[in-house]
């Protein structure tokens, strides 16, 4: 697999061989995608935990909500450590997540996530709307 990592003018694809750039197109074929793989740090284990979430990709930004609110263990996780790695289409991005508390902007949030998902599924898959993820994609 590719690793990527993010610096201030771009995010590119770097292996042993080669390095490529992902590009505005690749940041915006995210819109396709209906999960990601995200891997955090276990806040007891110390041990790299992946799972595919759910997310919404908007301008250099993805958000990602909790199944569970504040109460997730992924995002309790976060908490403790907010070095995460996202993967999609065999690319994975490194970087550093941004806990939202604020009550607005989880309310955005989950608005993004009914849209792309629809009001059903959102209600039938999330019990706990009181908290949110931030992640740079640049």
Known sequence: ??????NSHSVYLVDPRNTCYMSNRDLKD???EN???????GRNSGQDISRPVWFVHE????YLLP??????????NVLRNPNVKISVQRQE????????TDE???KEIVEKFRSK?????????????DVGIEFPLK
């Open 59 to 62: 301008d250099d930004k993805l």
């Open 67 to 76: 199944v569970q609110g504040s109460d997730t263990n992924w995002y309790r």
């Open 117 to 129: 998902y629809g009001n059903s599924d959102v209600q039938k898959y999330y019990s706990k709307f």
């Open 104 to 106: 607005s902007k989880v």
């Open 35 to 41: 999960e990601i793989d995200l891997t955090v740090k």
């Open 1 to 6: 697999m590719l690793t990527c990592a993010a």
């Open 30 to 32: 995210l819109n396709t």
């Open 93 to 100: 991005l490194s970087g550093k997540a941004r806990t939202i």
